[in-house]
């Protein structure tokens, strides 16, 4: 699984270069909100996601006497309009956001569904991994830093109908 195994691997070898340097550095894996809640039909990613969140944490701890801070961020459902934007810009064929059948009943069916109204963009994730690299960040490590409009927060109520 390359959820969790390439991180694993990346990790490994990073951080064996970042040592050698001696300059520290920050690691930053990406969870998901399926990394923190079951879902239906999404066990083999939740369980990759869930264990990249532990691995985390404890990479955090293995290589903080290196001045090398790991973190995560989890995303949530995003806002497909700034993709669909890009992609026209770019000249490429956007498909849209595609989900399996038993998931259809897991998420809002708009942005009403979460507790801040709209769905978050790239360009929020990319400012909280800017964050977590900063020297803004410099005494956080082993965090995960949800960025999911309340998502995770709110107790999504599992409708099986809404799959049909």
Do not use: C
């Given at each position: 699984d390359v959820s969790l195994s390439g991180a694993f691997l990346f990790t490994k070898y990073v951080s064996h270069l970042m040592i050698e340097q001696g300059r520290g550095g920050n690691i930053i894996n990406i969870i998901s909100t399926a990394g923190h809640q079951g879902e239906p039909g999404n066990v083999g990613y939740g369980t990759a996601k869930g264990?990249?969140?532990n691995f985390t944490r404890s990479v955090a701890m293995e290589l903080a006497e290196f001045g090398i801070r790991v973190n995560s961020l989890t995303p949530t459902a995003t806002d497909p309009s700034e993709g669909a934007e890009r992609?026209?810009?770019?000249?490429?064929?956007?498909?849209?956001?595609?989900l399996g059948e038993r998931r259809r009943g897991m998420l809002p069916n708009s942005d009403a569904g979460?507790?801040?109204q709209h769905r978050p963009s790239p360009r929020h994730y990319g400012k909280a991994a800017a964050f977590l690299?900063?020297?803004?960040?410099?005494?956080?490590?082993?965090f995960d830093l949800r960025v999911d409009a309340g998502a995770i927060a709110r107790y999504w109520l599992w409708d099986p109908g809404a799959a049909e």
């Amino acid at each position: 699984d390359v959820s969790l195994s390439g991180a694993f691997l990346f990790t490994k070898y990073v951080s064996h270069l970042m040592i050698e340097q001696g300059r520290g550095g920050n690691i930053i894996n990406i969870i998901s909100t399926a990394g923190h809640q079951g879902e239906p039909g999404n066990v083999g990613y939740g369980t990759a996601k869930g264990g990249l969140l532990n691995f985390t944490r404890s990479v955090a701890m293995e290589l903080a006497e290196f001045g090398i801070r790991v973190n995560s961020l989890t995303p949530t459902a995003t806002d497909p309009s700034e993709g669909a934007e890009r992609a026209e810009k770019w000249g490429v064929q956007w498909p849209g956001p595609r989900l399996g059948e038993r998931r259809r009943g897991m998420l809002p069916n708009s942005d009403a569904g979460l507790p801040m109204q709209h769905r978050p963009s790239p360009r929020h994730y990319g400012k909280a991994a800017a964050f977590l690299a900063s020297d803004d960040a410099e005494m956080i490590t082993g965090f995960d830093l949800r960025v999911d409009a309340g998502a995770i927060a709110r107790y999504w109520l599992w409708d099986p109908g809404a799959a049909e």
